[in-house]
């Protein structure tokens, strides 16, 4: 079974002079466990709303969605809540961590909506996963003192610590360095692997986006699948290389 199902998904917001304006349109995308989506397109195309919808932020005007065989629109707002909290995890360009909080306690604080065994392990779990993103050492370090690379491990753990079956990450790498972002990715993919959640990641980056086993372009609030599903060996060779899959401007011709 699919873990995400959009069918004619649409999203449309009244503007303040009351307009509307059709942000998404008619998007189709199926998304399996284990899955790597990436999605580019210009600014403005629609894909942070489209990653909202998917991550039950955004209620779609039209369409269908289901998560993990669900109709999302039947949930009511608690249970989409609920949803997301347990099985979704987001990563953001602005990492969004609580300044003046450790880095534990900000990795913890996904937990505290937890129950049982989860919520009485939290401390232990959380260090374990700064453990596993390599940040065992800065376990009480608040994230104004970190790199922006360890600020986004940091943002990782948070973002996994529930061990979410999917993961969207908005620009994970659009605040770091090339080479730092692609050791962020890495990180991200090889948890992912682990757990076996999906990922969909939004990107301006070609080689990011590269990384994926699916592509898509998102144009005027459209989605288009990108011709020629690459293998996984071409696209980590055509990353590592610095060659494209997708157009520079992440705008197929
Ligand atoms: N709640 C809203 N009310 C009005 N307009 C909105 C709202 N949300 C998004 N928009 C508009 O919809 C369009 C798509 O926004 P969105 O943030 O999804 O694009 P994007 O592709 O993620 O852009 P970027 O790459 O610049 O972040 C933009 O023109 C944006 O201004």
Same mark, same amino acid.
């Given at each position: 079974m699919s873990l995400v199902e959009a069918r004619g998904v649409g999203r449309t917001v009244r503007l303040p002079d009351d307009r509307a304006?059709?942000?998404?349109?008619?998007?189709?995308?199926? /998304?399996?466990?284990?899955?790597? /989506?990436?999605?580019? !397109?210009?600014?403005?195309?629609?894909?942070?709303?489209?990653?909202? /919808?998917? !991550?039950?932020?955004? *209620?779609?005007?039209? !369409?269908?969605? *289901?998560? %993990?065989?669900? %109709?999302? =629109?039947?949930?009511?707002?608690? !249970?989409?809540? $609920?949803? $997301?909290?347990?099985?979704?995890?987001?990563?953001?360009?602005?990492?969004?961590?609580?300044?003046? =909080?450790? *880095?534990?306690?900000?990795?913890?604080?996904?937990?505290?909506?937890?129950?049982? $065994? +989860?919520?009485?392990? $939290? +401390?232990r779990i959380a260090t374990e996963m700064l453990e596993r993103v390599g940040l065992g050492e800065r376990l009480t370090t608040k994230p104004e003192r970190l790199s922006g690379g360890e600020q986004q491990r940091v943002a990782i753990a948070r973002a996994l610590v529930r061990r979410p079956r999917l993961i969207l990450a908005d620009e994970p790498t659009g605040a770091l360095d090339l080479e730092t972002g692609a050791s962020v990715m890495a990180l991200i993919e090889s948890v992912a692997d682990e757990t076996g959640a999906a990922l969909v990641t939004i990107t301006h980056d070609p080689a990011i986006a590269a990384r994926a086993h699916r592509h898509f372009r998102l144009a005027d609030g459209r989605l288009h699948a990108l011709d020629g599903p690459l293998e996984r060996s071409d696209a980590t060779e055509r990353a590592a290389t610095g060659e494209s899959a997708v157009p520079a401007d992440g705008v197929a011709a």
């Open positions: 304006l059709t942000i998404l349109s008619g998007v189709d995308l199926i /998304v399996d466990e284990g899955d790597r /989506v990436s999605i580019v !397109g210009r600014s403005g195309s629609g894909k942070s709303t489209l990653l909202n /919808v998917l !991550g039950l932020l955004d *209620a779609p005007n039209e !369409g269908e969605l *289901a998560f %993990d065989g669900r %109709d999302v =629109r039947r949930l009511g707002s608690g !249970g989409r809540d $609920r949803m $997301r909290g347990r099985e979704i995890g987001f990563v953001f360009q602005q990492f969004n961590l609580l300044p003046g =909080r450790t *880095a534990l306690e900000n990795v913890q604080t996904p937990l505290l909506y937890s129950s049982g $065994r +989860e919520f009485w392990r $939290r +401390e």
